[in-house]
């Protein structure tokens, strides 16, 4: 009994089986009577390939364009701080000139 089912099971894998080829038989003559088809696939490819180049390339000048904005503002950043610490300095600077004429006009009463 059980052979029976087993049979049946080596019958039907050996139909999917021839069925897959015979499938990939009449693909592979369909596109060697039929360049056109092919040519236009390959067309096809060739114009996404090109896109993707294009895209590529617009991406690569988006990140040059960052870059070079990322270092002028590097730059301002820096030239900030050399302002900050030269006013900062300045106002030390005022402050203990300050202090110390306080300091005399209290020596001198």
Do not use: Y
């Not at 099971?9 to 039929?34: R, Y």
């Amino acid at each position: 009994m059980t052979s029976r089912p087993m049979v049946l099971f080596c019958l039907l894998l050996l139909f999917i089986i021839t069925s897959h080829f015979e499938w990939k038989q009449q693909i592979l003559s369909e596109v060697e009577a039929n360049p056109s088809v092919s040519r236009r696939k390959q067309h096809m490819l060739d114009k996404e390939e090109l896109v993707k180049e294009k895209i590529i390339l617009s991406q690569e000048s988006s990140i040059r364009q960052l870059n070079m904005l990322v270092q002028s503002l590097q730059r301002q950043l820096l030239h900030c701080r050399g302002s900050n610490k030269t006013t900062h300095g300045t106002e030390s600077s005022l402050t203990e000139n300050v202090n110390e004429v306080e300091k005399q006009l209290i020596l001198e009463d």
